[in-house]
Structures are given as C-alpha cells and as structure tokens.
C-alpha cells in the first residue's frame, strides 16, 4: 500500500508539472505559413529567407522562438487603413517566475524593464525596410508556474506585444530614442494571470 500511495503522489507531481511546452524546435514550426490575408500570404512567401534569417539570429542567442512566432500580421492605422507589420514573437528561456511569489503587474514590469530591450535587439533596422511592412510587432513571452510543484514544466504563459512604427523601431535599434519614448508611441498588447489580451499604457503596470 505504501507503494502504491508513492506512486500515485509521484503520478500527481508528474501531472502538475506537465503542459505544452509551445517553443519551436525548428524554422518550419517557428515561421509562420498559414495566413487568410493573402497580402500577408505574398509578403511571407517573398520575405521567407529573411524570415529564415530571424529565426536563425534568435537560435544562434539560445532564444527560443514561439511557435508560428516570426511572420507578418495585419493591423488597423490611426485611419482605419490595414497596415502590415513584421511579427516577432519568443520565450526566452531565462524568464520564469512563480505564481504565488509575484504579482501579475510586477511580472510585466520586469519583462520591460530587464528583458524585453534585451530580446528586441537581436533585429536590425533592415528587417523592417521590406516593402509593404509599415512597423514591427515584437512580443516575450513567459511562463508563470507553481514552484511547489515545478520550476521547469507546466504553469501558463503570460505576455507582452509591442507594435511598434516602422520609424520609431528604426530609431530605437539606431539608439537614436530610448525604449519608453518608442512605447509611448506604439501599442501595448498584453495578456497576465490567465486574462484576455488588453491593450495598456506602460505607465499602468509599473
């Protein structure tokens, strides 16, 4: 019986600490293929070795790539017209915090703060001079787990997305305008302990 009770014990901790892993392991589940806009679809069929060539930069850091995470999405401009950005999305793997040790506004606060410049500056200014990209959108993901159970498994994943102008992105990979001063004029996706995407200012969850 005692055996028994180990084995489920053992059995509970193996299923808590279970979960999708959601990293690719290779550029075919890395870059993005399947688009229902075929604008989208042209830019990343022309686009693929550039596409292949952020992927590889990212690999070469040791910075995983989310899966489908390096591609092209659509937004809506200040008009209404349809912009087209250069999608950037990874989870690195030194970013992980526990669930009961930190608070949702406070795990946000230390991806800006100390890893998201970190990430984005493995992309050059040229990544977004293709044609028909009009800014890039450049998401961190990051796991959220249990620690009295696992510290390397299961959890879920909390992120960031910042869509950034095509110019402001440029002049922040140049150094000529800070981090906060690109935010201030981009748009600040995120999704913390579990909750729908919602748009904030960075100010908000400092």
């Keep these: 019986m005692k055996a028994a009770v180990i084995f489920v014990l053992f059995l509970?901790?193996?299923?808590?600490?279970?979960?999708?892993?959601?990293?690719?392991?290779?550029?075919?589940?890395?870059?993005?293929?399947?688009?229902?806009?075929?604008?989208?679809?042209k830019l990343s069929v022309e686009y693929r070795p550039a596409l292949n060539d952020i992927y590889r930069r990212y690999q070469s850091a040791g910075i995983d790539v989310y899966p489908s995470g390096i591609?092209?999405?659509?937004?809506?401009?200040?008009?209404?017209?349809?912009?087209?950005?250069?999608?950037?999305?990874?989870?690195?793997r030194n970013i992980m915090f526990g669930e009961v040790q930190t608070k949702p506004t406070a795990?946000?606060?230390?991806?800006?703060?100390?890893?998201?410049?970190?990430?984005?500056?493995?992309?050059?200014?040229?990544?977004?001079?293709?044609?028909?990209?009009?800014?890039?959108?450049?998401?961190?993901?990051w796991p959220v787990r249990d620690l009295s159970q696992c510290d390397s498994h299961g959890g879920f994943l909390e992120y960031m997305i910042v869509y950034f102008h095509k110019d402001d992105f440029v002049s922040l990979i140049e150094k000529q305008t800070t981090l906060s001063e690109a935010v201030d004029n981009a748009?600040?996706?995120?999704?913390?302990?579990?909750?729908?995407?919602r748009s904030v200012k960075v100010t908000e969850v400092e």
């Design 12 to 41: 509970c901790v193996l299923v808590s600490c279970s979960g999708p892993v959601l990293i690719a392991k290779n550029e075919d589940e890395g870059i993005k293929t399947s688009y229902q806009d075929p604008a989208l679809s």
């Design 71 to 92: 591609g092209f999405v659509s937004v809506s401009g200040s008009k209404g017209e349809t912009l087209h950005y250069l999608l950037v999305q990874v989870r690195p």
């Design 187 to 197: 748009e600040v996706v995120t999704s913390l302990a579990r909750k729908p995407a």
């Design 107 to 141: 795990r946000f606060s230390e991806v800006f703060e100390h890893h998201f410049e970190n990430n984005l500056r493995y992309l050059k200014a040229g990544d977004v001079r293709m044609h028909g990209v009009d800014g890039v959108a450049f998401g961190v993901y």
